[in-house]
């Protein structure tokens, strides 16, 4: 499930061009953390997720994989 939603917030960042230096200071995550984060090299948070959702403008469960 965390690399689905990794993926969709790769996916997002890339389609509306987003800097990831901009992410990590709206979100208030280390650019060294949140690079990890992104690229799995360290496991997403639930603390980290809210705050890239929050600095998206995007609500909680917009990344979360919908179950078919």
């Known amino acids: 499930m965390g690399e689905k939603v990794i993926k969709n917030i790769n996916d997002y960042i890339s389609a509306n061009n987003i ?3 901009k ?3 709206a979100s208030g995550i280390l ?3 949140l690079w990890k984060i992104l690229n ?3 496991d997403i948070t639930v603390k980290d997720y809210i705050a890239i959702c929050k600095a998206l403008n995007e609500p909680v469960e917009y990344f979360i994989p919908k179950e078919k």
């Open 19 to 21: 800097s990831l230096t």
């Open 31 to 33: 650019y060294n953390t």
């Open 40 to 42: 799995r090299n360290k």
């Open 23 to 25: 992410l990590a200071e």
